[in-house]
DNA sequence: CAGGATCCCGCTAGATACTG
DNA sequence: CAGTATCTAGCGGGATCCTG
């Protein structure tokens, strides 16, 4: 994620600056929680997976768990994930080294709602399907 | 968006067939929605915006009110979510032409869920903020 | 007014190889 | 095991010009 998009530059320079729109905190945020193996990461770290119980992932775990995600972007993104304090990285010096990624309450917090999008795609996707091939269709 | 991306066809190719995590409808789904442009589109025309109602937007009005988006993205993203039934259409044969965006059901419900996501990013962009800032300079 | 058609660039995901 | 480093191709997306 850029740390600003062009959008934004272009708005900055126009002197148009809109508050949701273009520039404001809440807009990257909302870029970067919308991120796909964001939410794949947040959904495995909560549990919500089938047969899984909430609770401390290790590294390998992660990448078995959140099928198709590189290395790069499996790092990449979590990261990116403490550093903005959703999860905790834990690493026990043991031979070879155990390192465990966790939420933290605040990622927990976000979990919730991005439960609710999940929820919602579940419930709905079936229609939306329906509305595509008519629209194809036609 | 691609029909399927490479994570899906690395989990094809290697049988290992994960319902949310790869191939999965609700997966394709959640990438569409979250996408930037869907949703700003929405909120626009939820009139979840600072001083406006909601109601039917005109092309033009679109275009001003999502400050930065290109007329490729906006009529892209409006054709996208047409084809999802997520809006409407509505062609009114003036000279010139007039035409109308506005949310469906199915887009109004979806904009509930998404506007929790705004919600959350508003109220917490603060304290991921300050847990950024402690990263960096650790 | 509401787009369609093109060109083109930057980013970034992904593959591959290597390491403490 | 848990990463880092490097390279590259592909494409999202912006700019620009054109039209019914």
């Known amino acids: ?3 600003m ?3 934004q530059k272009r708005a900055r320079a126009k002197n ?3 508050a949701f729109l273009a520039g404001c905190p809440s807009r990257e945020l909302l870029d970067r929680i919308s991120d796909k193996w964001v939410a794949l990461l947040i959904a495995a770290l909560a549990g919500d997976l089938p047969a899984r119980e909430p609770g401390p992932l290790r590294y390998s775990e992660l990448s078995r768990q959140v099928v ?3 290395q790069k972007m499996l790092t990449q993104t979590l990261r990116s994930l403490e550093r903005d304090g959703l999860v905790t990285r834990t690493v026990t010096p043991t031979v070879p ?3 465990t990624y966790d939420l933290t ?3 927990r ?3 919730t709602v991005m439960r609710q999008l999940k929820s919602w795609a579940e419930q709905h996707m079936d229609e939306v399907f329906a ?3 008519a629209y194809d269709a036609g």
Chains 1, 2 share one sequence.
């Open 1 to 3: 994620m850029p740390t």
């Open 5 to 7: 998009t062009a959008a």
């Open 16 to 18: 148009e600056y809109d």
């Open 68 to 70: 198709g995600v590189s």
């Open 97 to 99: 080294v155990t390192v």
């Open 105 to 107: 309450d605040l990622g």
């Open 109 to 111: 917090s976000l979990q």
């Open 131 to 133: 509305h595509r091939e």
